[in-house]
């Protein structure tokens, strides 16, 4: 995956910090048995790497929590509060998981561009 093809508007520093972000979301999601949720910038690296699919389950399998889905919902009329209180959980389970949050993907001040709007994707939490 080359960040130029997908954003070229993306320095090199935001693409790696949006990776890192990525993969610590992932970490969380695939050991939870919680639903969580990313911020909308956390999703757009998400929904990019699940195109890859090879390497995308090479990677889940790694986290030794099985496959994380990528699951939208689209059809619950999704309440931004609803969203950003997932989003702010899913912050903070990523902190406890010892993993830091990066302001600039993980923005719980209420910044317009980041909340998940109608989109309300999530991950399929693993059964324990």
Known sequence: MVREDYWPEVTE?????????????????AT?????TPSLRVDLFWHAF??????????????????????PDRSSGHDPEEGWA????TADLIREAGHRTDP????LDGAADCTQSYA????????K
């Open 32 to 36: 939870t048995t919680e639903k969580v």
């Open 86 to 89: 997932a989003m702010r959980r």
């Open 120 to 127: 309300g994707c999530s991950d399929s939490p693993v059964s």
């Open 50 to 71: 699940v195109l890859h699919t090879k390497p995308y389950a090479v990677f889940c399998a790694a986290l030794g929590g099985g496959f994380v889905h990528h699951v």
């Open 13 to 29: 520093d935001q693409g790696n910090r949006g990776v890192d972000q990525l993969a610590a979301f992932l970490a969380v999601a």
């Open 104 to 107: 600039e993907f993980w923005p």
